[in-house]
């Protein structure tokens, strides 16, 4: 039998409880890892686990809800306290609102900061003093393919996204000398409910999503499981040398 490439590790999945955060806790799980499955909705979030716990593997749920600290902290808390370590974060739950900067109001902007980027900084801030205890780990965070293409009408979520991969950067140079490796994945487009929410609440979701898939090279989106197995190899040992990348997954568009 071949080695689990998570064997022995412990891991925070945030945004859980669907879509590329699903597929990414249930992929670490069937490669060794304990899985904390966080999400801000339960129902999603525990629906996680007993599908890890089907497959043989170990998990739990923690509510979270990451643009708040005191969540933040007792997500890590949580892990910690179950399994005794933190080896893996992926900083993966994202929301998308559509809207221009003369139509997006200033809370939805806010929101989608709150959770986007500073969710990001908030779940690092706790769980990196872990890492270090543990003598280090693998911060995998989720941007987009908006980083550094834009779509009509989402500049709140290309503004976080951008924000994000500069994160990235930055918390990798701060703790490189801890061995804690911080990378990001840019997806292209995928088959997740924010997609479909995206595609449904547009002007024309039917003439959206031509649009959407004409604009793929690869000529389909991509599925949750694509982008977990890139997250997977920025997250397993396999990526030791790899730091402060931005890995596009998102067949060919920006190529293009």
Not at 53 to 82: H, L, P, Q, W, Y
Not at 98 to 124: H, M, R, Y
Not at 148 to 169: C, D, I, Q
């Amino acid at each position: 039998m071949d080695r689990m490439r998570l064997g022995n590790k412990v891991a925070i999945v945030t945004g859980a409880g669907s879509g590329i955060g699903r597929a990414s806790a249930l992929l670490f799980a069937r490669e060794g890892a304990k899985v904390v499955v966080a999400d801000i909705n339960e129902q999603d979030g525990r629906e996680t686990v007993e599908s890890i716990k089907k497959n043989g593997g170990e998990g739990i749920f923690v509510r979270t809800d990451i643009s708040k600290a005191a969540d933040a902290e007792n997500m890590v808390k949580e892990t910690v306290s179950k399994f005794g370590r933190l080896d893996i974060l992926f900083n993966n739950a994202g929301i998308n609102p559509l809207g221009t900067v003369v139509d997006t109001p200033e809370a939805v902007w806010d929101t989608v900061i709150d959770v986007n980027l500073k969710g990001v900084f908030l779940c690092s801030k706790y769980a990196v003093p872990e890492m270090i205890r543990c003598g280090g780990g693998a911060i995998v965070n989720t941007a987009s393919i908006n980083a550094v293409a834009a779509l009509p009408n989402e500049v709140a979520y290309h503004a976080s996204k951008g924000g994000v991969a500069a994160l990235t950067r930055a918390m990798a140079m701060d703790h490189i000398a801890q061995s804690i490796r911080v990378n990001c994945i840019c997806p292209g487009v995928t088959a997740t409910p924010i997609l479909t929410k995206y595609v449904r609440e547009s002007k024309n979701p039917q003439e959206t999503e031509k649009l959407l898939l004409r604009e793929q090279p690869i000529n389909r989106f991509a599925k949750p499981e694509e982008i977990a197995q890139a997250a997977l190899f920025l997250a397993s040992d396999e990526a030791s040398f790899v730091t402060g990348t931005t890995l596009f997954v998102d067949g060919g568009y920006t190529a293009h």
